[in-house]
């Protein structure tokens, strides 16, 4: 019988009898963890969805991070291109004869991280921009007044960058080019990334260059039968921080064979900066400047040429007045001078890893030879290698025998090897393929495998072709155009 309760607004309420109690448990007990297992798995599968979504954003950010460290990182390494679509085009161009002359600069432009800096003079003003190299938008500009007299001769501008100092030094005179003649100069130094002008200083020298922080200029005294040279070191507040003498030098003998004009090879002395290593060759002898002291190279007769090489040394390349060939030393950064068995392997992109190699291709068979930079010992022997090589993360790339090669500067094994159907090859990168250019094929190969790429083709580049080259200093890809003496810039 079932019981009913009465209720105020008269209902009827049915009233559920209680279950008799017994002492035997039901087989299937209705327990709150088992009523409430759905909504737990439900918790669980949400939660770990999130933890999921974290890990994949938090490995995505670390992935971003890295990816513009990277980015910066290639960017401060010089002439490491723009990344190069599969289908290049002209980026912009540049003007011969732009309407404020800006291009003057530009010749003589330097790439600053990922900003090309250029320098111009107009009516007693100097004016530094910094573009980016994508686009060409600017980034900065500075202007000041020009303190240097230039004598009422045409300014020129060129400008490196110093990136030890995060600097960039623009110097403006009236001549381009080392022993050209002795010229007064106005040089000014700016932060890289802002422009802000840290020093501005006058001076007077037959050339200039640089290093990571520091201004390298050398001076020409020329006297009756004889020159000297003082080369000076001076920090980014024009400080002189050290000078060393070289010389006097004898000058050759007008009417020898040494003046002849068949056996004259090149119209003056040569300069060259490799870290703390000074060479300066003039008048049939060779001088290595180190820590303020000059020496003289031995064994050098005649003209030479110097040139600077991996690891703070540099190459003297003495030519022979009779036979006009050529007999290379090397002078490495202890001091030692060393006849090699190669010449210094030409490095497009060189970013200095392993910096105490210095890095050859020999004479007998055109191989790579790795030797120590500071005691000339043969660390290593590799395979054929090309005059336009790349060193980037601890590789070396390079070309010869038909192929493609990167080697591992540790200990020269061979980590990957690609047949290349172009012979001689030009040979740079933007940090991701390796790119091999034969004409107005552009071979593209992954730098950690050697996988091939897709093949670009400037079939719609006007004029691109054999004139295509990686300007230096810039890191662009620049082709003439048609004719008109203006310049692309390919990407």
């Avoid at 079932?2 to 049915?14: H, M, N, S, Y």
């Avoid at 192929?403 to 012979?423: E, F, I, K, N």
């Amino acid at each position: 019988m079932q019981r009913v309760e009465l209720v105020e607004d008269g209902d009827v309420r049915p009233v559920r009898s209680a279950a008799p109690h017994t002492d035997q448990q039901p087989d299937h007990p209705a327990t709150p963890s088992r009523r409430r297992r759905p909504r737990r798995r439900t918790w669980l599968a949400t939660t770990a969805l999130a933890l999921a979504a974290a890990l994949a954003l938090g490995t995505q950010s670390v992935l971003d991070a890295r990816e513009r460290d990277h980015a910066a990182r290639l960017a401060a390494i010089d002439d490491v291109i723009l990344p190069l679509p599969e289908h290049p085009t002209v980026r912009w161009e540049m003007e011969t004869d732009g309407p404020d002359g800006w291009a003057d600069g530009w010749s003589y432009g330097t790439q600053a991280g990922d900003h090309v800096v250029t320098a111009v003079v107009h009516d007693r003003r100097y004016d530094v921009r910094a573009w980016t190299r994508e686009t060409r938008s600017q980034v900065w500009r500075a202007s000041g007044d020009l303190t240097v007299d230039l004598g009422g001769r045409e300014p020129h501008a060129s400008c490196r960058s110093l990136p030890g100092a995060g600097a960039v030094a623009c110097v403006l005179e009236n001549e381009i080019g080392f022993g050209a003649a002795t010229r007064d100069a106005q040089v000014v130094v700016l932060d890289a990334r802002r422009g802000d002008v840290r020093a501005t200083w006058t001076t007077r020298w037959d050339g200039w260059d640089v290093t990571d922080d520091e201004i390298v200029g050398a001076t020409a005294t020329r006297a009756t039968g004889s020159v000297t040279w003082s080369v000076a070191r001076t920090d980014l507040a024009g400080h002189r921080t050290s000078t060393a003498t070289v010389g006097p030098i004898p000058l050759l003998d007008a009417g020898s064979t040494e003046k002849d004009d068949t056996a004259y090879l090149g119209p003056g002395p040569s300069f060259a900066v490799s870290g703390d290593t000074v060479a300066l060759a003039d008048e049939g002898q060779a001088w290595v400047v180190t820590g303020g002291t000059a020496r003289r190279v031995p064994d050098v007769s005649y003209r030479a040429w110097v040139g600077a090489t991996r690891g703070g040394a540099v190459e003297v390349q003495p030519i022979d007045a009779s036979t006009q060939s050529w007999s290379p030393r090397l002078v490495l950064a202890s001091g030692k001078t060393l006849t090699p068995a190669g010449d210094p392997i030409r490095m497009v992109v060189d970013d200095d890893s392993e910096p105490d190699l210095v890095l050859l291709t020999t004479y007998e068979g055109s191989k790579v030879q790795a030797i120590d930079a500071r005691t000339g010992d043969v660390r290593w022997t590799g395979p054929a290698a090309g005059w336009g090589s790349v060193v980037l993360d601890g590789y070396l790339y390079t070309w010869g025998d038909a192929a493609l090669h990167a080697v591992d500067l540790r200990d020269g094994s061979q980590v990957w090897t690609q047949p290349y159907p172009g012979g001689d090859a030009m040979l740079f990168t933007d940090g991701r393929e390796l790119y091999a250019q034969r004409g107005a094929q552009i071979y593209a190969y992954d730098l950690r495998t050697g996988r091939p790429g897709t093949t670009r083709v400037l079939d719609r580049v006007p004029g691109a072709g054999d004139d295509t080259y990686v300007s230096p200093w810039l890191g662009l890809l620049m082709t003439p155009s048609d004719g008109d003496g203006d310049t692309s810039v390919i990407g």
